[in-house]
């Protein structure tokens, strides 16, 4: 189960959709499968960038009262730490260090 899910339900929410589904719910979740924090051209793959994007376009419509209500999750990285450590199996404690501040240098560009 997938964290935004996992958080609705403990949140007691109904029903957390995609963001492209039109249909009323209680939440949006803008993940996509395969993407990650560096800008990939993975097909069919929605990157970090156009995730906020589509976050923002919702953010403007909403009314203040329901966005200081509102509760904002922000999980990303996991897809490149897993295609890394599949890449560089030996990597060292250096290596590992290294990317890991790129990603957290790239998530932070980014918001």
């Known amino acids: ?9 403990c949140l007691s929410l109904r ?13 949006v979740n803008f993940a996509s499968a395969g993407s990650g924090v560096f800008d990939t051209a993975n097909s069919g793959v929605i990157n970090l960038p156009e995730q906020l994007a589509n ?3 919702v953010v403007s419509s909403l009314d203040k009262d329901v966005l200081i209500r509102s509760v904002f999750l922000i999980t990303m990285g996991g897809n490149d730490y897993f295609s890394f450590k599949t890449i560089n199996p030996n990597a060292t404690q250096t290596e590992r260090k290294q990317y890991q501040r790129m990603v957290i240098g790239n998530l932070n560009n980014a918001i």
């Open 15 to 27: 029903y957390i959709c995609c963001y492209n589904q039109e249909q009323t719910c209680d939440g």
């Open 1 to 9: 189960m997938q964290m935004p899910y996992l958080m609705g339900h």
């Open 55 to 57: 976050f923002k376009k």
